[in-house]
């Protein structure tokens, strides 16, 4: 099941979202579709990721290699045996964050740059990971919109729609 979660934060299927943007039935955006190996799967994930990746490519002017997507709960808890600095709770289990790969820690700082400009221009409020993951020899960005749905006066300011354990993944 593949499900989108809105920025009213409704969650919709994927193909009631596509429909909404005039989309084919495997575009997530411009560049972005279902061929994709890392959004082949079920996934639920945030409108704001798809818009925010699309800018992205057309700042780059090349693809944009997504590494992590959705992920279950029970593949974070892997993922965090397997590597200690990976969190407890993640935004990647509600839907909230993409991680996408960069070549060098020079391209991370560029494209971290564009984020932040994106994120300013769209009036977003993002976070992002990246300079723990230089630290430990990898160049990859992670890319969340925790912010714009947890925030005050935001859509799950009060988690009506998830579990309570997520209040803690907001520290991170």
């Not at 193909?15 to 972005?32: C, H, I, N, R, V």
């Not at 808890?77 to 996408?100: F, M, Q, R």
């Not at 932040?116 to 009036?123: D, F, N, P, Y």
């Amino acid at each position: 099941m593949k499900k989108i979660i809105t920025a009213k934060g409704e969650i919709i299927s994927l193909a009631d979202w596509q429909k909404s943007k005039g989309y084919e039935p495997t575009q997530l955006g411009k560049y972005f579709s279902t061929n994709e190996e890392k959004l082949s799967g079920d996934f639920i994930l945030h409108e704001y990721l798809f818009l925010i990746l699309d800018r992205l490519r057309e700042y780059a002017k090349k693809p944009i290699i997504i590494n992590s997507a959705y992920r279950t709960e029970l593949e974070q808890k892997a993922l965090k045996e397997v590597n200690k600095g990976a969190a407890t709770y993640s935004p990647h289990c509600w839907g909230g964050a993409i991680d996408i790969n960069t070549r060098s820690n020079k391209e991370t700082e560029n494209y971290v740059k564009i984020l932040r400009t994106i994120a300013k221009e769209l009036g977003l409020q993002i976070r992002l990971g990246f300079t723990q993951y230089q630290k430990l020899g990898s160049t990859f960005i992670h890319i969340d919109v925790t912010p714009e749905m947890f925030g005050v006066g935001k859509p799950w300011q009060h988690f009506p729609n998830i579990p309570q354990v997520y209040k803690s993944s907001i520290e991170w």
